[in-house]
């Protein structure tokens, strides 16, 4: 069973920045594509970011020039640049597959925006 550990969230104020990572057990992360997503309270999950194991990316629109996703595949290693923060972004940020497998979900880290 593959484990993804998510890293990098904490406390920013409105236009601060962050950057997660999330580092793969998975013996083939290579080849798989990888998503950033996100849980506020009271929501829905959604994905914020994808990159596919030949960097193809795509946000929705709420994160489009503010997020940035990134993979290293040495490090089994996805990241995720955010700047530009709103108390919007607050929430509970999770990496997985693209699409995502229920099995992969790791605890996520926590990243709120507030001043």
């Known amino acids: 069973q593959v484990q993804l550990v998510e890293s990098g969230g904490g406390l920013a104020q409105p236009g601060g ?3 997660l990572s999330c580092v793969s057990s998975g013996r083939f992360f ?3 594509a990888m998503g950033w997503y996100r849980q506020a309270p009271g929501k829905q999950r959604e994905l914020v970011a994808s990159i596919t194991s030949g960097g193809s990316i795509n946000y ?3 994160v489009k020039g503010r997020f940035t996703i990134s993979r290293d595949d040495a490090k089994k290693t996805v990241y995720l640049q955010m700047n530009d923060l709103t108390v919007e972004d607050t929430a509970v940020y999770y ?5 995502f497998r229920e099995s992969n979900w790791g605890q996520g880290t926590q990243v709120t ?3």
């Open 17 to 19: 920045s962050l950057r």
């Open 30 to 32: 290579s080849v798989y």
């Open 60 to 62: 929705p629109d709420s």
């Open 95 to 99: 990496c997985n597959t693209y699409p």
């Open 113 to 115: 925006v507030s001043s």
